[in-house]
């Protein structure tokens, strides 16, 4: 007996199962298969046959995939998605792997460095590592996007050397009691070098002319879609980064506990070779694995993104709630505002890639709140705001009223207590953060009450998302002179 | 007939801005409906739509949003942007420059 609704289903976890078609894509794809076989069963043909035929008149599978794939090449991790079925594939996916391998190598290599230079004192030069970290963590990153998007050496090399260029700078810089610039420094490297490894992700980006209006559409790594891909990237790479380096972490007590139990002190070895080789390595690892095992990732993104959005919006509850309160302590503890800032961080992060999420997620809308509409078949647009997008919204309009909280707190320190490194780092950071943060608060306002579509808060927020590196450039090259390298 | 498969892709945008400027619909009825004006001769896989349909979206061409039929099923259904017009109109200029080319030439050399 021909069970169609099976037949149906099981069809469409076919489709589903290689990754690059979407949830909606297959709904969309069951729709019309649905409506090609009502058609033929109209003209006389069996349901069997009917669904036999519009299986085959929708193409090969394979071919379909292909197609929903290219449609993202400019990602990475899709395009890494066509199966490795040809001995081709298998071969470049044997040869990059061995690439990240010595990637990884080289990354522990590059830690090793002040140690020849002799500096090799973790506890005495622990500030040295600290401000040179990103640097030891990320080249290695960019080298493996040269090679795996085959990125025009003549306009990369210059960006490459960026990296260099940093690590001569911020070393030949020199550093005083207390250090504040130093470990300034060290707080926002990653940022600039983040902000750089963007170009390597997205590769160059020639502006493509249309020839009948002259206009021209940003494409590499200036076009909105890489940069949402790019947080979606390094959102996912961190989730790696701490999976792995969690377990690791199990992993080395636990030799170092046997080697214990056996009379050894394995602890120098481990802080000298294991831990700054497995550290830095695992970051290029992740960057590989977020390509690889695309799928894996997709489906945890958008849940944790769901499982943090409901918390955060109940920490900064309870921040405000706090501070109304004793509004005192949030402005004479120091503390506090700390706090506030790395949490406002993390609030803005968790945007960001909740943001860059909600395409993987775009799920269909419920049919229940369907309502008839004049025009015919009751419709509603495919981004309508979802009980999800209100509570973003109020996540990121009580992170306006935390942040105004925090600037009033630094503004009134810094009256008080006059300029200090870091508290006019920490102005200029609340400043743009509170600038991103009502801009965001304003589209979401507009995309929920006026109904604009919500990919204008995507576009407005990957435009505005340069400001935070440059803001850090700051921060590096200009404030250790200003304060005297203090 | 079957086209190269070069030709297809390269005609299936105009094609399918120009079934979309008389008014949304969704990925089934512009198969149909290209298959009925064109005698069946173009004959697309008809997998490939979508594709081609996302592609036009991400460009910012056409805008979906889904419909709920009569009969429960549920519908992506596309429209034509104001980008997508003007786009449509810059491919059909080019397109019949390149038909009266081939008229031209053709009738010059039978």
Same mark, same amino acid.
């Given at each position: 007996?021909?069970?169609?609704?099976?037949?149906?289903?099981?069809?469409?976890?076919?489709?589903?199962?290689?990754?690059?078609?979407?949830?909606?894509?297959?709904?969309?794809?069951?729709?019309?298969?649905?409506?090609?076989?009502?058609?033929?069963?109209?003209?006389?043909?069996?349901?069997?046959?009917?669904?036999?035929?519009?299986?085959?008149?929708?193409?090969?599978?394979?071919?379909?995939?292909?197609?929903?794939?290219?449609?993202?090449?400019?990602?990475?991790?899709?395009?890494?998605?066509?199966?490795?079925?040809?001995?081709?594939?298998?071969?470049?996916?044997?040869?990059?792997?061995?690439?990240?391998?010595?990637?990884?190598?080289?990354?522990?290599?590059?830690?090793?460095?002040?140690?020849?230079?002799?500096?090799?004192?973790?506890?005495?030069?622990?500030?040295?590592?600290?401000?040179?970290?990103?640097?030891?963590?990320?080249?290695?990153?960019?080298?493996?996007?040269?090679?795996?998007?085959?990125?025009?050496?003549?306009?990369?090399?210059?960006?490459?050397?960026?990296?260099?260029?940093?690590?001569?700078?911020?070393?030949?810089?020199?550093?005083?009691?207390?250090?504040?610039?130093?470990?300034?420094?060290?707080?926002?490297?990653?940022?600039?070098?983040?902000?750089?490894?963007?170009?390597?992700?997205?590769?160059?980006?020639?502006?493509?002319?249309?020839?009948?209006?002259?206009?021209?559409?940003?494409?590499?790594?200036?076009?909105?879609?890489?940069?949402?891909?790019?947080?979606?990237?390094?959102?996912?790479?961190?989730?790696?980064?701490?999976?792995?380096?969690?377990?690791?972490?199990?992993?080395?007590?636990?030799?170092?506990?046997?080697?214990?139990?056996?009379?050894?002190?394995?602890?120098?070895?481990?802080?000298?070779?294991?831990?700054?080789?497995?550290?830095?390595?695992?970051?290029?690892?992740?960057?590989?694995?977020?390509?690889?095992?695309?799928?894996?990732?997709?489906?945890?993104?958008?849940?944790?993104?769901?499982?943090?959005?409901?918390?955060?919006?109940?920490?900064?509850?309870?921040?405000?709630?706090?501070?109304?309160?004793?509004?005192?302590?949030?402005?004479?503890?120091?503390?506090?505002?700390?706090?506030?800032?790395?949490?406002?961080?993390?609030?803005?992060?968790?945007?960001?890639?909740?943001?860059?999420?909600?395409?993987?997620?775009?799920?269909?809308?419920?049919?229940?709140?369907?309502?008839?509409?004049?025009?015919?078949?009751?419709?509603?647009?495919?981004?309508?705001?979802?009980?999800?997008?209100?509570?973003?919204?109020?996540?990121?309009?009580?992170?306006?009223?935390?942040?105004?909280?925090?600037?009033?707190?630094?503004?009134?320190?810094?009256?008080?207590?006059?300029?200090?490194?870091?508290?006019?780092?920490?102005?200029?950071?609340?400043?743009?953060?509170?600038?991103?943060?009502?801009?965001?608060?304003?589209?979401?306002?507009?995309?929920?009450?006026?109904?604009?579509?919500?990919?204008?808060?995507?576009?407005?927020?990957?435009?505005?998302?340069?400001?935070?590196?440059?803001?850090?450039?700051?921060?590096?090259?200009?404030?250790?002179?200003?304060?005297?390298?203090? | 007939?079957?086209?190269?498969?070069?030709?297809?892709?390269?005609?299936?945008?105009?094609?399918?801005?120009?079934?979309?400027? @008389? #008014?949304?619909?969704?990925? /089934?009825? $512009?198969?149909?409906?290209?298959?009925?004006?064109?005698?069946?001769? *173009? !004959?697309?896989?008809?997998?490939?739509?979508?594709?081609?349909?996302?592609?036009?979206?991400?460009?910012?061409?056409?805008?979906?949003?889904?419909?709920?039929?009569?009969? @429960? #099923?549920?519908?992506?259904? /596309?429209? $034509?942007?104001?980008?997508?017009?003007?786009?449509?109109?810059?491919? *059909? !200029?080019?397109?019949?420059?390149?038909?009266?080319?081939?008229?031209?030439?053709?009738?010059?050399?039978?």
């Amino acid at each position: 007996m021909f069970e169609l609704e099976s037949q149906i289903s099981t069809w469409k976890r076919h489709i589903q199962a290689a990754g690059s078609i979407g949830y909606s894509d297959s709904e969309e794809l069951e729709s019309h298969l649905r409506d090609s076989i009502d058609e033929l069963s109209e003209q006389g043909v069996s349901e069997e046959e009917a669904f036999l035929l519009a299986v085959r008149r929708l193409g090969d599978t394979a071919v379909i995939h292909e197609e929903f794939a290219k449609l993202t090449t400019e990602d990475l991790w899709r395009s890494l998605f066509v199966p490795a079925d040809s001995p081709l594939t298998a071969r470049r996916n044997r040869i990059e792997l061995l690439i990240v391998l010595g990637l990884a190598v080289c990354a522990g290599l590059l830690s090793k460095i002040p140690a020849v230079l002799g500096f090799g004192d973790l506890e005495q030069y622990s500030l040295l590592y600290l401000k040179n970290a990103a640097l030891f963590a990320f080249t290695p990153i960019a080298v493996y996007f040269l090679y795996k998007r085959a990125l025009p050496l003549r306009s990369s090399i210059p960006v490459l050397s960026i990296f260099p260029f940093m690590a001569i700078l911020i070393n030949l810089y020199p550093s005083y009691e207390p250090h504040h610039t130093a470990i300034l420094t060290a707080v926002h490297l990653p940022i600039v070098l983040l902000s750089v490894l963007l170009y390597f992700y997205g590769g160059p980006s020639p502006l493509i002319r249309r020839g009948h209006q002259g206009a021209g559409t940003p494409a590499g790594w200036r076009s909105t879609n890489t940069r949402l891909n790019f947080v979606r990237f390094a959102g996912e790479s961190f989730i790696y980064v701490i999976l792995i380096g969690l377990g690791g972490l199990v992993l080395i007590f636990l030799t170092a506990g046997t080697f214990e139990l056996i009379g050894l002190d394995a602890f120098p070895f481990i802080t000298a070779w294991i831990a700054p080789f497995g550290f830095f390595g695992l970051f290029i690892m992740a960057a590989y694995l977020v390509g690889q095992k695309q799928s894996l990732i997709e489906s945890i993104a958008p849940v944790l993104a769901r499982i943090f959005t409901p918390l955060f919006l109940l920490v900064l509850l309870s921040l405000l709630t706090a501070f109304a309160l004793t509004p005192n302590q949030a402005y004479e503890n120091r503390s506090m505002l700390i706090w506030f800032d790395v949490i406002l961080a993390i609030v803005l992060g968790l945007a960001l890639y909740s943001m860059s999420a909600r395409e993987i997620d775009d799920s269909f809308p419920p049919a229940a709140d369907q309502s008839p509409d004049p025009l015919g078949p009751s419709r509603r647009r495919a981004d309508a705001p979802r009980l999800w997008d209100l509570l973003t919204c109020a996540l990121i309009l009580s992170a306006v009223l935390v942040d105004i909280i925090a600037l009033s707190g630094i503004i009134m320190r810094l009256s008080a207590y006059g300029f200090t490194p870091n508290r006019a780092a920490a102005l200029g950071e609340n400043i743009l953060l509170l600038i991103n943060l009502i801009l965001l608060s304003l589209g979401y306002l507009r995309y929920i009450l006026k109904g604009q579509p919500f990919r204008d808060i995507l576009v407005m927020q990957m435009r505005i998302l340069p400001i935070y590196p440059i803001w850090a450039l700051i921060v590096i090259m200009l404030f250790p002179p200003f304060f005297a390298f203090r | 007939m079957t086209f190269p498969k070069d030709l297809v892709a390269a005609s299936a945008t105009p094609i399918i801005l120009a079934v979309l400027q @008389g #008014r949304d619909t969704y990925g /089934y009825a $512009i198969i149909r409906k290209v298959q009925q004006i064109s005698d069946h001769r *173009i !004959d697309w896989k008809e997998g490939m739509l979508y594709p081609v349909l996302h592609r036009l979206e991400a460009a910012g061409l056409v805008e979906s949003y889904w419909v709920v039929a009569e009969n @429960g #099923r549920r519908r992506k259904y /596309y429209h $034509i942007t104001a980008a997508g017009r003007s786009e449509y109109r810059a491919l *059909i !200029d080019q397109w019949s420059v390149v038909y009266r080319a081939l008229c031209s030439l053709s009738e010059e050399s039978p």
